[in-house]
Structure formats: C-alpha cells, structure tokens
C-alpha cells in the first residue's frame, strides 16, 4: 500500500470526505503519529486510509477548524453549483416562445 505525506490543503475532495468520515469531531492525541522526516524534522499527522493508499495529513493549527468547517464550504458549493444550473433555466423557457412566434408567423 502506498503511504504519502501531505497537508490538508492538498487533498482531494474524496480525501479531505474521508478525513471528515473518520475525525467528525476532531482528532484526539490518540489519532496522532509523530515521526521524523528525512531533514530530521517532527512531523505530526493523522492517518486517513483509502483502497490503495495511506495518507498522513499534516497537522496545523487550521487543520481542526478545516475539519470543522468542511460541511459549511461543502454546501456552500452546492449552493454555488444549483445557483449556477437554475441561472441556465431561463433560456430554456425562451426557446418554446421563439417556436411560437415562429409558428404564428407562418398563419399570418
């Protein structure tokens, strides 16, 4: 299985879904895992898993108000996206007019 390192500004929406899946309420310092990175650095970072990969999120202080914040950006994206798809609707409604008129002006 591969292992990667990255900050939880990096991830993938599918990711960043399954971090908020396994720490809905935050991580705990039982969650943690401390190593050294190959400049001799502590790191810490949760373990998040998928099928074919084990990814540790680097913690940071934004990280426990990103997971608390994930379902509020979440919907407001949705929003965002159903905003821009009604947006299109009107143009929809105008094309059976046109066919009216266009039907109309063949009687006259």
């Known amino acids: 299985m591969l292992r990667k390192l990255v900050d939880y500004k990096k ?4 990711v960043a879904a399954r ?13 943690i895992i401390m190593f050294k990175n190959v400049h001799g650095e502590i790191i810490e970072a949760v373990e998040v898993k998928t099928d074919d990969t084990i990814y540790l999120v680097k913690i940071s202080k934004s990280l426990a ?3 608390s914040n994930f379902e509020d950006n979440m919907e407001r994206e949705l929003e965002d996206q159903s ?26």
Do not use: A, Q, V
């Open 65 to 67: 108000s990103f997971i």
């Open 19 to 31: 971090l908020i899946e396994m720490y809905p309420y935050g991580y705990g310092d039982e969650d």
């Open 83 to 108: 905003e821009s798809e009604t947006f299109e609707s009107p143009s929809d409604e105008l094309e059976p007019e046109l066919n009216n008129d266009e039907e109309e002006s063949k009687w006259d």
């Open 11 to 14: 991830l993938s929406h599918e």
